[in-house]
C-alpha cells in the first residue's frame, strides 16, 4: 500500500487517527505540542500514542511559541519535524537537530499579498512548507501566485481539498503534497474519520 502523494496529518491526539492514518502509509503525523493551547498533547500520551504506530515521521506543531519552548519540546518529545508558523525564529530554530515546517496561514488580502515573501523568506531553512487557508475564495489566487515562485522545497497544498479535486492536485507539480487534520474521538476506539478517510481512500495506490 502507498499513497499517490506526500501527506501529512496534523492535529493528531488520539490512537484511532494514529493507527489509521499509519496504516494508510502516510508520512507525517503531526501533534500540538505548545503547552496550555487547546488540543495539546502531553509527553505521556504522545508516548501511549507513538509506541503504537511505525513507518512514519512524528512533527511537533507550534502556533506562536517561543523558541525556546520548542528546542525544549525536542528534548521531551522523540520528533523528526518542529512546525512553526513564525518566519522570524526559523534560523533560530534551524541550529536544533530536527528538520523544520514552516506553515503560512491566507486568511486575508493582506497575508495573500505576503505569500510569496513569507515562502521565500522560509525556503533558507525550512525542508517543508505548507500553505493553509480556510478561505475558498482565495484557493486560485493562492494557486497563481504558487506558480510564479520558484522555491527549491516541497509545498504541501492545506486547502480547499475535497475528494473531488484531490487526484488532480497530487499530480499538480507545484506542490509536493497535501496535509490534513486529525479530529477528535467519539469515545475511546470509535470516531468517523470523514474527510481524512475519503481522500486517502482516493489517494491509495491499490
Given amino acids: 500500500m502507498?499513497?499517490?502523494?506526500?501527506v501529512k496529518i496534523g492535529k493528531i491526539n488520539n490512537?484511532?487517527?494514529a493507527r489509521y492514518c499509519a496504516g494508510m502509509m502516510v508520512d507525517i503525523l503531526g501533534?500540538?505540542?505548545q503547552e496550555g493551547t487547546e488540543g495539546y498533547v502531553d509527553p505521556s500520551t504522545f508516548k501511549e500514542i507513538s509506541d503504537w504506530?511505525?513507518?512514519?515521521?512524528?512533527?511537533?506543531?507550534?502556533?506562536n511559541a517561543l523558541p525556546a519552548e520548542i528546542k525544549l519540546a525536542t528534548t521531551n518529545y522523540p520528533i523528526d519535524f518542529v512546525e512553526v508558523q513564525d518566519v522570524t525564529i526559523l534560523?533560530?530554530?534551524?541550529e536544533v537537530d530536527v528538520q523544520i515546517i514552516f506553515k503560512y496561514l491566507v486568511e486575508d488580502k493582506a497575508s495573500l499579498s505576503q505569500l510569496a515573501a513569507q515562502l521565500e523568506l522560509?525556503?533558507?531553512?525550512?525542508?517543508?512548507i505548507i500553505v493553509s487557508s480556510t478561505k475558498p475564495e482565495f484557493s486560485n489566487e493562492i494557486q497563481q501566485k504558487l506558480t510564479e515562485i520558484d522555491l527549491d522545497v516541497p509545498v504541501l497544498r492545506g486547502y480547499d481539498l475535497s475528494v473531488a479535486n484531490t487526484p488532480a492536485i497530487a499530480e499538480d507539480e507545484?506542490?509536493?503534497g497535501i496535509e490534513l487534520e486529525g479530529s477528535p474521538e467519539d469515545r475511546p476506539g470509535y470516531k468517523d474519520y470523514g474527510l481524512v478517510m475519503d481522500i486517502l481512500e482516493v489517494l491509495d495506490e491499490d
Fill in 53 to 63: 504506530v511505525a513507518g512514519v515521521s512524528f512533527c511537533g506543531e507550534f502556533v
Fill in 31 to 33: 501533534f500540538n505540542l
Fill in 91 to 94: 534560523e533560530e530554530l534551524s
Fill in 15 to 17: 490512537l484511532s487517527d
Fill in 122 to 128: 522560509a525556503a533558507e531553512h525550512a525542508a517543508y
Fill in 174 to 176: 507545484v506542490f509536493g
Fill in 2 to 6: 502507498s499513497l499517490k502523494t506526500f
